[in-house]
């Protein structure tokens, strides 16, 4: 397992490159591998229950990957199928115990042969890959997830210091987190589509960009200017990126429709993670050196996740795996009319056509479609109330209650726990009430995964008001941390019963598991296009409420100003709820949802 996964990731195939591919090989690569009886489009083999064939229709989920048996495939010596008709039925039915079935191939009309998993457990297959293959993949994006995230809020204690250092105001010192996150915003309208496309894949986009962010991270350190830092750190947000636009992806991609939204959670709480505690550990090291250790700290984790990442994240997406398996086959059999689907698929794929999907969907899916207007909104304003936070921290516990940097820091492990016990409700509520559900009564409807944000969502606004008024000498700083503590459980579980589980393709309709997401599930077309305007529209809110924070506190109090934010969720609260009582007649009448 250990020698596949190194194989698979940058530094196996660096390897590969420069032996010429005589160490680290694949199985179509060793001298002794036979190309299965099935890619010889001669060869008829008669259809048995000793074999599956792959539906037309169902070409497309093949290559990405889709899980359960009937649809995933491994690979089985030709030899051993012909043994199998000599079988008694007692002999092949305990065969059939002890190892996978071959598949056929779809042969297109003009011979092609598409190629595909060799047997239903193909263990180049993500979804058939070990429980420790796939835990050391989960391990490496939520570390990954983390450092990103991290990288943005570790700055805000340093934000005084650097208005002190550099000689600039409160706002322009306040645009080197902005700037992060609008980075971080922006960046999926490129690397999300590079992603998807399968001569590409996922691997590649992660290397390559999260090298660079490693890379930036030391001249961020080293910069004695306020333009240069704030270039810097806009690039580092940009390039960290697709932990954001695909790590959830990539989860996907090995896990099954059952299981991925646990998954997808736990990969949500590194995102969150990252920001609570990225104060914690560098409000310490600014009063033990200078605000330049914050950002050294960046390069500290950056460091070795990418070098972890370089020798053992192997590619995940499906189609991509198999563009390269049918490559390694047509390299032993030329002159076969063999081709993976996704190569079909891309021969009808042009640039422009990417760069309309990317670019200008987003905004007309946005402009156009009042549900989706409000969701985009509405993230934009949770994500806005949580980045106030690293604005109105310092006037609360440093002014109000007189902690050091350090011990502000500690005052984000607050957000920490919301975070971690939303997400046991979170699973709580999938295990004993929706996986019960669905087993029960099958595919429900899109509002129905809004249930749990209509009672999240009241929490918000009154998690703000605990904050905004018990910030006062006269009480215990615990009173206004727990007012932190649930906004962010109500802002995790809004996230995950409405909009974070995106990564999921809901186009596979014959998966009834297939619901976990409300959006995706009303515009599957417009899925990747959608969640793009989205990332956009929602950083971009929160790069603006980080840079108007301060003097919205200032200037009216904490009290007075935390009530503003409350009442502005507090009307998004009638918004989910008119949303989950009217969808069906929004979908109804919407002229970019599934009908």
Same mark, same amino acid.
């Given at each position: 397992?250990?020698?596949?996964?190194?194989?698979?990731?940058?530094?196996?195939?660096?390897?590969?490159?420069?032996?010429?591919?005589?160490?680290?090989?694949?199985?179509?690569?060793?001298? $002794?591998?036979?190309?299965?009886?099935?890619?010889?489009?001669?060869?008829? &083999?008669?259809?048995?229950?000793?074999?599956?064939?792959? $539906?037309?229709?169902? @070409?497309?989920?093949?290559?990405?990957?889709?899980?359960?048996?009937?649809?995933?495939?491994?690979?089985?010596?030709?030899?051993?199928?012909?043994?199998?008709?000599?079988?008694?039925?007692t002999e092949q039915h305990d065969l059939q115990?002890?190892?996978?079935?071959?598949?056929?191939?779809?042969?297109?009309?003009?011979?092609?042969?598409?190629?595909?998993?060799?047997?239903?457990?193909?263990?180049?297959?993500?979804?058939?890959?070990?429980?420790?293959?796939?835990? +050391?993949?989960?391990?490496?994006?939520?570390?990954?997830?983390?450092?990103?995230?991290?990288?943005?809020?570790?700055?805000?204690?340093?934000?005084?210091?650097?208005?002190?250092?550099?000689?600039?105001?409160?706002?322009?010192?306040?645009?080197?987190?902005?700037?992060?996150?609008?980075?971080?915003?922006?960046?999926?309208?490129?690397?999300?589509?590079?992603?998807?496309?399968?001569?590409?894949?996922?691997?590649?986009?992660?290397?390559?960009?999260?090298?660079?962010?490693?890379?930036?991270?030391?001249?961020?350190?080293? +910069?004695?200017?306020?333009?240069?830092?704030?270039? %810097?750190?806009?690039?580092?947000?940009?390039?960290?990126?697709?932990? %954001?636009?695909?790590?959830?992806?990539?989860?996907?991609?090995?896990?099954?429709?059952?299981?991925?939204?646990?998954?997808? #959670?736990?990969?949500?709480?590194?995102?969150?993670?990252?920001?609570?505690?990225?104060?914690? &550990?560098?409000?310490?090291?600014?009063?033990?050196?200078?605000?330049?250790?914050?950002?050294?700290?960046?390069?500290?984790?950056?460091?070795?996740?990418?070098?972890?990442?370089?020798?053992?994240?192997?590619?995940?997406?499906?189609?991509? &795996?198999?563009?390269?398996?049918?490559?390694?086959?047509?390299?032993?059999?030329?002159?076969?009319?063999?081709?993976?689907?996704?190569?079909?698929? @891309?021969?009808?794929?042009?640039?422009?056509?990417?760069?309309?999907? *990317?670019?200008?969907?987003?905004?007309?899916?946005?402009?156009?479609?009042?549900?989706?207007?409000?969701?985009?909104?509405?993230?934009?304003?949770?994500?806005?109330?949580?980045?106030?936070?690293?604005?109105?921290?310092?006037?609360?516990?440093?002014?109000?209650?007189h902690f050091n940097l350090g011990e502000m820091?500690?005052?984000?492990?607050?957000?920490?726990? /919301?975070?971690?016990?939303?997400?046991?409700?979170?699973?709580?509520?999938?295990?004993?009430?929706?996986? *019960?559900? &669905?087993?029960?009564?099958?595919?429900? #409807?899109?509002?129905?995964?809004?249930?749990?944000?209509?009672?999240? #969502?009241?929490?918000?606004?009154?998690?703000?008001?605990?904050? /905004?008024?018990?910030?006062?000498?006269?009480?215990?700083?615990?009173?206004?941390?727990?007012?932190?503590?649930?906004?962010?459980?109500?802002?995790?579980?809004?996230?995950?019963?409405?909009?974070?589980?995106?990564?999921?393709?809901?186009?596979?309709?014959?998966?009834? @598991?297939?619901?976990?997401?409300?959006?995706?599930?009303?515009?599957?077309?417009?899925?990747?296009?959608?969640? *793009?305007?989205?990332?956009?529209?929602?950083?971009?809110?929160?790069?603006?409420?980080? %840079?108007?924070?301060?003097? %919205?506190?200032?200037?009216?109090?904490?009290?007075?100003?935390?009530?503003?934010?409350?009442?502005?969720?507090?009307?998004?609260?009638?918004?989910?709820?008119?949303?989950?009582?009217?969808?069906?007649?929004?979908?109804?009448? #919407?002229?970019?949802?599934?009908?």
């Amino acid at each position: 397992m250990v020698a596949d996964i190194i194989r698979d990731a940058a530094v196996g195939q660096l390897v590969r490159f420069f032996t010429k591919k005589r160490l680290l090989r694949y199985q179509e690569e060793e001298p $002794d591998f036979q190309v299965p009886a099935f890619y010889d489009a001669a060869n008829v &083999i008669p259809q048995s229950n000793d074999v599956l064939t792959v $539906d037309p229709e169902k @070409q497309d989920d093949m290559s990405s990957g889709c899980s359960s048996a009937t649809c995933t495939l491994n690979a089985l010596d030709a030899s051993a199928l012909s043994s199998k008709a000599e079988l008694d039925t007692t002999e092949q039915h305990d065969l059939q115990q002890t190892v996978s079935k071959p598949v056929i191939p779809e042969k297109l009309d003009d011979g092609t042969v598409l190629v595909t998993w060799y047997t239903e457990d193909d263990q180049s297959n993500p979804q058939n890959w070990s429980l420790t293959k796939k835990s +050391v993949v989960t391990s490496l994006i939520m570390l990954y997830t983390t450092a990103v995230y991290l990288g943005g809020s570790i700055y805000a204690p340093a934000s005084g210091a650097v208005m002190e250092a550099l000689g600039v105001s409160a706002p322009v010192s306040s645009l080197g987190l902005a700037l992060y996150v609008v980075g971080y915003g922006v960046g999926p309208l490129l690397w999300s589509p590079l992603s998807e496309v399968p001569s590409i894949g996922r691997n590649p986009i992660y290397i390559a960009t999260f090298a660079i962010f490693t890379i930036l991270a030391i001249p961020t350190s080293l +910069v004695n200017n306020i333009g240069g830092l704030l270039v %810097l750190r806009f690039l580092m947000g940009f390039f960290g990126s697709p932990a %954001l636009a695909t790590g959830g992806a990539t989860l996907s991609d090995m896990f099954s429709m059952v299981k991925i939204p646990y998954l997808l #959670s736990l990969w949500a709480l590194s995102a969150c993670l990252g920001p609570a505690i990225g104060p914690l &550990i560098s409000g310490f090291s600014i009063t033990a050196k200078n605000w330049h250790w914050s950002l050294w700290e960046i390069l500290w984790l950056a460091a070795p996740t990418f070098i972890a990442m370089a020798l053992f994240l192997p590619e995940t997406n499906a189609a991509t &795996i198999l563009l390269q398996r049918a490559r390694r086959l047509r390299a032993l059999e030329p002159t076969k009319r063999l081709t993976a689907q996704s190569e079909i698929d @891309q021969g009808s794929m042009t640039w422009s056509a990417t760069a309309f999907e *990317a670019l200008y969907r987003p905004w007309q899916l946005n402009i156009l479609d009042p549900a989706i207007a409000f969701t985009s909104i509405y993230t934009g304003l949770m994500y806005t109330l949580f980045y106030s936070f690293f604005e109105a921290f310092p006037l609360t516990y440093i002014d109000i209650y007189h902690f050091n940097l350090g011990e502000m820091g500690l005052a984000f492990s607050a957000a920490a726990v /919301g975070f971690g016990l939303a997400t046991v409700v979170y699973w709580a509520y999938l295990y004993y009430h929706m996986e *019960a559900r &669905i087993k029960r009564n099958g595919m429900v #409807s899109p509002e129905e995964r809004l249930v749990p944000a209509l009672f999240a #969502s009241i929490l918000m606004p009154v998690g703000m008001f605990i904050y /905004g008024w018990t910030s006062r000498e006269d009480i215990h700083w615990i009173v206004p941390s727990i007012g932190v503590a649930i906004v962010t459980f109500g802002v995790f579980i809004v996230f995950q019963a409405s909009f974070f589980l995106r990564h999921i393709d809901c186009t596979r309709t014959h998966y009834p @598991q297939c619901i976990f997401i409300y959006l995706p599930m009303t515009y599957p077309k417009y899925t990747a296009s959608l969640f *793009a305007g989205n990332d956009v529209i929602r950083s971009s809110l929160a790069a603006g409420g980080i %840079l108007w924070s301060t003097p %919205l506190f200032t200037n009216l109090g904490i009290g007075p100003g935390s009530s503003l934010l409350a009442a502005l969720m507090a009307v998004c609260v009638v918004g989910i709820w008119i949303l989950w009582a009217y969808g069906a007649k929004l979908r109804s009448k #919407s002229r970019f949802a599934h009908k």
